[in-house]
Every structure is written in C-alpha cells, then in structure tokens.
C-alpha cells in the first residue's frame, strides 16, 4: 500500500499513532499537501460516515477516527496556511445558551475538519450575541447550531431570530442538529438546513456552499 492509502486505513481504523507517522512519511516523500488531505484524510473521513450512517459503527469509534484526524491535521493546518492553501469553507458551530453537551458538536466540528472546512468551535452555553459577535468577527459562510435538549431548542430559533434581527441573516447559512431537532423543525425556524448526524452535516455543508 502506498504512504496515502496507509493514512487513509489508518484514519478509518482510528490508529492516532500511525496517523502520526503516515501524515510524517507523506511530507518526508514530499508529497504535494493537498494531495495528502484530498488523497488521505478526506476519504478516510468519508469512510467513517458511510460506515456511521450504515450503522456499522457508532458514536465511539467515530471519535477514535476522527481523534486521530485530528492529530494528523495538527501537523498538516500550518504548512497548508503557510502554503496559502484555502480550506473549502468557513464554519463557526457551537451548543446555544443554556445546553451543555458537546459530544455531537465536536464530532461535527471534527468531522468538518476532516471533510476539508476551517471550524471556528465557539464551544457550549452560547448566547445568540456571542454567536453574531464570532459571525461578524470571523466571517464564516456556515454557523452551525446545536442542541441536544428540548428546553434548549427553542434557543436556536431565538439565535436565528436575533440574526434578523441585526440585519445578519444573509450574511451566513445556518444549519442545525441534535437530538430534539428535526427537517421540520429546522424549515419552521427558517435554518437553511438540518443534519440528523455528523456526516451528513459535512455533506449538508458541502452541498450549501455547491462543494
């Protein structure tokens, strides 16, 4: 198997420390950046959500996988800024006020980043002040909202509504997920999409931004 297909295995199978070391190998051979994110990381990740979404695996393996994407990714995001390499989109995501789970969140954050988006993760309990602050701050051309509460998920309706409201809500698409949330849901709101799961979030993404 060649350098990028042993990365690949690597990410699907969660292996942090081979991931490591393939991600080292590719640039030692001096294989192009893009090359080891389009030709390694990216299908790896892909795997990993057709298998998520096959119900093959679960919500942990899927963490191990894309811990290890990460890892890979911390040393690859520096040479891909310094190389001038864009990422394919802008992705401001975070848990709205009052909720504070983040597992769901991360995995989407995480798998983003795998699928090639820069992901601004605003973190948990966020008021819709903060989330127009980081939109105004970042200029991300995706706000990605979650909740995992009943009580909660009326908070992303009054997050949309506050962008309205400051005249921001052409300025960014916004998606939504989490247990509670659903497709009806979502167009009620007026959110310009829901995912039920991380994968189909970066899918979600991709097709908004016609990726």
Known sequence: MSVLENLKENVIAGNESKVLEYTQKALDEGIDLEKILNDGFIP?????????????????EMLISAKAMKAGMKILEPLLTEAGIEPIGKVVIGTVKGDLH?????????MLEGGGFEVIDAG???????FMDLVKENKPD?????????????????????????GLRDDVKIIVG??????????????????PDAASAVNLAKKLLGK
């Not at 057709?50 to 695996?57: D, H, L, P, T, V």
């Not at 948990?124 to 903060?130: F, G, L």
């Not at 909660?152 to 400051?166: G, H, L, R």
């Not at 989490?178 to 995912?195: H, L, Q």
């Open 142 to 166: 995706i706000l990605g909202l979650s909740a995992l509460l009943t009580t909660t998920m009326v908070e992303i309706k009054n997050v949309i509504d506050a962008f309205k409201e400051e």
């Open 178 to 195: 989490g247990a509670p949330v659903s497709e009806d849901y979502a167009k009620d709101i007026g959110a310009d999409g829901y995912s």
């Open 44 to 60: 790896g990740m892909d795997v990993v959500g057709s298998k998520f979404q096959a119900n093959e695996i679960y919500v942990p």
């Open 124 to 130: 948990v309990d966020i008021t819709a002040q903060k």
């Open 102 to 110: 983040d597992i769901g969140k991360n995995l989407v954050a995480m």
